[in-house]
């Protein structure tokens, strides 16, 4: 084994050490948020409701649809390792879907109808990955792919709910923003710190051919958080302009941070990588055409 083959393999033992350790950490100290420490106590639903009601649906949908992310992981990876077995099945998925149990519950409280999740619905493109993914390093493409969308629905939420919070506690609902908000966005980190690290560890291992293909199916695929058709990226466009989050603003680019640095660290001038700019940017159009429809 020459020196340089030897070096990664210390490395990819290091790192997975680091997701070994880190794992378990966020299992014992942050177990999933407990009802019994939830307030949720509203001194003006009504106002609450208008501002960010449909926020708290566009989140808490998300959060619930966790369960269906596991059944795509399961299909898309069929021999995965066994650290991100343990993470998304003792971590988190019981931290998000309570996350969601509780957004959800908050919602109908203020008089909205149940968030609307999709549970259980597989594409036929995840079937087909499943199926090549028998093939080990196709499978590691699909494991990249989930890891880099991982790290930017994980991005995605820390910066969301930094903003709600703020807006709910300046609506002077300090209950729901301390004992809802707060704990969630609490959690999310370590979501992300996980796809961080996994991503470092197998971007370093990928041929060159992998991650040609890596950045080939990001371009087709990168969706913001949740927005699965045409109706949800309104809803995040929605969800964009209520939160203050503009196309130009520094939030695409902090979700897409380590993206960017792995994947097209070659870019020049480049901040962002075009299709999340486009991304975003889409979200907006859609929710601004779909006003203006409803207005008509």
């Known amino acids: 084994m020459s020196r340089s083959s030897a070096q990664r393999l210390d490395d990819a033992r ?23 420490s939830v307030d949720f106590h509203v001194d003006d639903p009504a106002v609450l409701e208008a501002r960010f009601g449909h926020v708290l649906d566009y ?14 992981l399961m299909t898309m990876l069929p021999d995965p390792p066994e650290i991100d077995v343990r993470f998304y099945r003792d971590v988190w998925q019981p931290q998000e879907t309570q ?9 109908v409280r203020l008089g909205r109808p149940p968030a609307d999740a999709d549970l259980d619905s597989l594409g036929t493109k995840l079937k087909v990955l499943g199926a090549l993914g028998h093939l080990d390093a ?39 923003a301390e004992t809802i908000i707060a704990p969630i966005r609490r959690q999310e980190p370590g979501h992300y710190a996980f796809y961080q690290l996994s991503a470092r560890g197998l971007w370093s291992q990928l041929a060159p051919w992998q991650r040609w293909l890596v950045r080939h199916l990001r371009r087709l695929s990168f ?65 601004v055409v779909r006003a203006s429809g409803s207005a008509a």
């Open 14 to 36: 290091r790192v997975d050490q680091r997701l070994v350790d880190h794992v378990e950490r966020l299992g014992a100290e942050h177990p999933p948020i407990s009802l019994d």
């Open 99 to 107: 996350h969601g149990r509780i957004l959800d519950e908050l919602q």
């Open 138 to 176: 196709v499978q590691d493409v699909s494991r990249m792919l989930y890891y880099l969308t991982g790290m930017a629905t994980e991005r995605s939420a820390v910066l969301a709910y930094n903003l709600l919070h703020d807006g709910v506690a300046e609506l002077g609902e300090r209950g729901v």
């Open 223 to 287: 969706a913001p958080v949740g927005a699965n058709n045409d109706a949800q990226k309104a809803d995040f466009g929605d969800l964009m302009a209520t939160l203050g989050i503009g196309e130009d603003s520094d939030f695409s680019a902090q979700i897409a941070r380590v993206e960017m640095e792995l994947l097209w660290a070659r870019g020049q001038g480049m901040t962002v990588p075009d299709y999340v700019a486009r991304a975003f940017r889409e979200a907006r159009e859609l929710a």
């Open 59 to 72: 989140m808490a949908r998300v959060e619930l649809e966790v369960d269906r992310n596991v059944l795509e």
